[in-house]
């Protein structure tokens, strides 16, 4: 069963896609929080993960666990425009929100490419959260904020930020590119479940950053290194499969 929710993020509105698995079972459940990644292509914005929620019920179908989904602000029929700090707020607002879910007793996050980055940040600081999985998830946003001006014209172009006058503070908007970093955050996840999953052939994201990320974890990580695999994990069998396998390994206390 799926349904098309909305929950607030800083005043923002944010579309969501709620997916719960088919069961007459009436007892606790795992709950997954799904992001995906920054949209690419001219106005990418607009279509950012769309495939989503029928991946967040593959998942809820297959595993029996409550999956959320949700655009993150300034993509989709989301409200706002985007920064870092704003997506990251976006992700803790998302876990707040499933956490409210009936029935659902613990929280997990899976996120793709930037999504998995912000995955890792949230909880770190979050101990509500169980256990995390990435997909193709880049240590930091070095590259972002190298030239913070210049990405800021590519955020503009595939529609992220529509706002003529935003970010107000520029300054702000980089610092949050540079300070929040998976990288930094990764070794307050273990003990708790940490899967890291990269494309040998990740053209976005170089493999050498899941290296980088499980020597930071200091504790048990998971790394699943997929020769042969791009960037889109999601799409690959394999890290599906993974995925999935993963979650069947969770369980609730």
């Not at 803790?92 to 793709?112: C, I, M, T």
């Amino acid at each position: 069963m799926a349904m098309q929710q909305m929950f607030d993020s800083d005043g923002l509105r944010l579309s969501a896609h709620l997916a719960r698995p088919l069961s007459s079972d009436t007892g606790p459940l795992c709950g997954l929080v799904l992001c995906h990644g920054f949209p690419s292509g001219p106005r990418g914005a607009a279509t950012s993960g769309q495939t989503y929620p029928q991946f967040a019920d593959r998942l809820a179908a297959e595993t029996g666990w409550v999956v959320l989904t949700f655009n993150f602000r300034g993509t989709g029929t989301s409200e706002g425009d985007f920064s870092l700090g704003g997506w990251l707020s976006d992700l803790r607002a998302a876990v707040d929100h499933l956490s409210a879910e009936p029935r659902v007793s613990g929280v997990w996050l899976a996120g793709s490419s930037a999504g998995g980055a912000l995955a890792v940040c949230a909880a770190a600081e979050d101990d509500r959260v169980r256990g995390v999985a990435t997909m193709a998830a880049p240590a930091d946003f070095d590259a972002w904020a190298g030239d913070a001006r210049r990405f800021l014209q590519h955020a503009r172009s595939v529609g992220v930020i529509t706002t003529p006058a935003f970010p107000p503070d520029i300054d702000t908007w980089t610092r949050e590119l540079r300070e929040i970093r998976a990288l930094s955050a990764v070794s307050k996840i273990p003990p708790r479940p940490l899967l890291v999953v990269h494309g040998t052939d990740d053209d976005v994201v170089p493999v050498s950053d899941a290296r980088v990320l499980v020597d930071a974890a200091t504790g048990p990580v998971e790394l699943r290194i997929l020769v042969g695999a791009g960037h889109r994990l999601r799409h690959d069998p394999r890290a599906v499969a993974i995925l999935l396998g993963w979650m069947d390994r969770q369980h609730l206390d």
